[in-house]
């Protein structure tokens, strides 16, 4: 079995406010009840190491996704939408990732599992 594995790393901007972190944090968080999610995880960044050392992201978020196809119609879903536009005002960069993942047993890993 595979599954889609979708990451975004993203900085927010020096002259938000905690508290306006904290918002954009539970706005993604309230995406964890879209049916196309397996998966969601967000939060702060307690440690990142990169190259060159410009690249400073403070926040993430993780999702899980049977397919591709979940993932579009994630990203079209207009919750994601309405969230991305609430946001990105709070943001100075992001990057996205995305794979196929092939999970072992063809159970997909519980959040935080190996």
Avoid: C
């Avoid at 307690?46 to 400073?56: A, E, Q």
């Avoid at 403070?58 to 996704?65: E, L, M, P, V, Y």
């Amino acid at each position: 079995m595979s599954i889609i594995e979708h990451v975004v790393l993203f900085k927010v901007k020096e002259d938000v406010a905690p508290s306006e972190a904290d918002t954009m944090v539970e706005r993604i968080n309230s995406l964890a009840s879209l049916e196309q999610l397996l998966h969601l995880t967000v939060g702060p960044l307690f440690r990142i190491r990169t190259s060159p050392p410009s690249l400073k992201f403070t926040h993430f978020f993780h999702t899980r996704f049977n397919s591709k196809d979940d993932l579009r119609s994630y990203v079209a879903h207009p919750a994601h939408v309405a969230v991305v536009k609430a946001n990105t005002p709070l943001v100075d960069d992001a990057m996205a990732l995305d794979w196929l993942a092939e999970v072992p047993g063809g159970t997909v890993p519980p959040p935080g599992g190996d």
